[in-house]
């Protein structure tokens, strides 16, 4: 590699020790009148070779994800259902049976989780039944706020979170991340990565705010708005946060923090618990 490096150089040194000769003759030997004056040629034109834009580069992975080699051949993500069911049940346990909506569940969920932080989230896409009964408010008019009662509706859909062990549930995303990867790029997102916007969603509910309650509420028309505007501005998954009282939310947001330390852990350190 040294020689090489050493007849390049002296090659390039010979180049231009042979210019600065030529141009000095040039130089020092031109008459000091043309002789003849000669019509000047211009050259022909050349046209430019159009350059193509640089192709746009791929974003940067903030969270890469170093995914579990799957048991068996992962499905296509049409005929997902089933295996993926059947895994979460396995460290979900048994109380989730009724919970889970099994159609589409990977696509929903992975739908579910690019709208929690923006302004709407569909309720025809969460793949996890409605908690039962109605939204509780007390007072009239003006004065209306979310019932002191309303937090318990989700008392036990929290009691069951809480109780699920996150390394588990991250070892059965990181065996299915392909198939939510492929449902992120086909809900339009073909150079983005999901795991990323998971965690930006984690986020997002972890920064949602804990206002003093009650919570008062308007009724313009047939749905209830926070009557605080920037309140109302939130995301939907803050909104959510709010919506099921403090003492709910604190519990959901250590076990978010929980599962977010394993979607960031190393694998063999998450393998290691």
Same mark, same amino acid.
């Given at each position: 590699?040294?020689?090489?490096?050493?007849?390049?150089?002296?090659?390039?040194?010979?180049?231009?020790?042979?210019?600065?000769?030529?141009?000095?003759?040039?130089?020092?030997?031109?008459?000091?009148?043309?002789?003849?004056?000669?019509?000047?040629?211009?050259?022909?034109?050349?046209?430019?070779?159009?350059?193509?834009?640089?192709?746009?580069?791929?974003?940067?992975?903030?969270?890469?994800?170093?995914?579990?080699?799957?048991?068996?051949?992962?499905?296509?993500?049409?005929?997902?259902?089933?295996?993926?069911?059947?895994?979460?049940?396995?460290?979900?346990?048994?109380?989730?049976?009724?919970?889970?909506?099994?159609?589409?569940?990977?696509?929903?969920?992975?739908?579910?989780?690019?709208?929690?932080?923006?302004?709407?989230?569909?309720?025809?896409?969460?793949?996890?039944?409605?908690?039962?009964?109605?939204?509780?408010?007390?007072?009239?008019?003006?004065?209306?706020?979310?019932?002191?009662?309303?937090?318990?509706?989700?008392?036990?859909?929290? !009691? *069951? $979170? /809480? #109780?699920? &062990?996150?390394?588990?549930?991250?070892?059965?995303?990181? +065996?299915?991340?392909? @198939?939510? =990867?492929?449902?992120?790029?086909?809900?339009?997102?073909?150079?983005?990565?999901?795991?990323? !916007? *998971? $965690? /930006? #969603?984690? &986020?997002?509910?972890?920064?949602?705010?804990?206002?003093? +309650?009650?919570?008062? @509420?308007? =009724?313009?028309?047939?749905?209830?708005?926070?009557?605080?505007?920037?309140?109302?501005?939130?995301?939907?998954?803050?909104?959510?946060?709010?919506?099921?009282?403090?003492?709910?939310?604190?519990?959901?947001?250590?076990?978010?923090?929980?599962?977010?330390?394993?979607?960031?852990?190393?694998?063999?350190?998450?393998?290691?618990?």
């Amino acid at each position: 590699m040294r020689r090489r490096a050493w007849v390049i150089l002296a090659l390039l040194a010979l180049g231009a020790t042979l210019a600065g000769a030529l141009a000095a003759y040039f130089l020092l030997n031109r008459p000091a009148e043309p002789l003849v004056a000669e019509e000047f040629i211009p050259p022909p034109r050349v046209q430019p070779v159009p350059v193509p834009p640089p192709a746009p580069a791929e974003p940067a992975i903030a969270h890469p994800l170093a995914e579990a080699p799957a048991q068996t051949p992962l499905p296509e993500l049409e005929q997902s259902d089933a295996i993926i069911v059947e895994a979460l049940r396995a460290v979900l346990g048994k109380n989730w049976k009724d919970l889970l909506l099994p159609d589409a569940l990977i696509r929903n969920s992975v739908a579910t989780v690019d709208a929690l932080p923006r302004p709407y989230l569909p309720a025809r896409i969460v793949p996890i039944k409605r908690v039962a009964g109605a939204f509780i408010t007390e007072g009239q008019g003006d004065e209306r706020a979310i019932g002191a009662a309303n937090r318990d509706r989700y008392n036990a859909m929290v !009691r *069951l $979170i /809480e #109780a699920v &062990d996150s390394a588990r549930l991250v070892a059965v995303y990181r +065996e299915f991340y392909p @198939l939510f =990867q492929r449902a992120y790029v086909e809900l339009g997102y073909p150079s983005a990565y999901f795991n990323d !916007r *998971l $965690i /930006e #969603a984690i &986020d997002d509910l972890l920064a949602a705010p804990s206002p003093a +309650e009650p919570i008062r @509420l308007v =009724q313009p028309k047939v749905l209830y708005r926070y009557a605080d505007e920037q309140l109302e501005a939130l995301s939907a998954g803050q909104k959510i946060m709010i919506r099921i009282g403090r003492d709910n939310a604190e519990p959901l947001k250590t076990k978010l923090r929980e599962i977010r330390k394993n979607l960031v852990r190393a694998p063999s350190d998450a393998t290691s618990r």
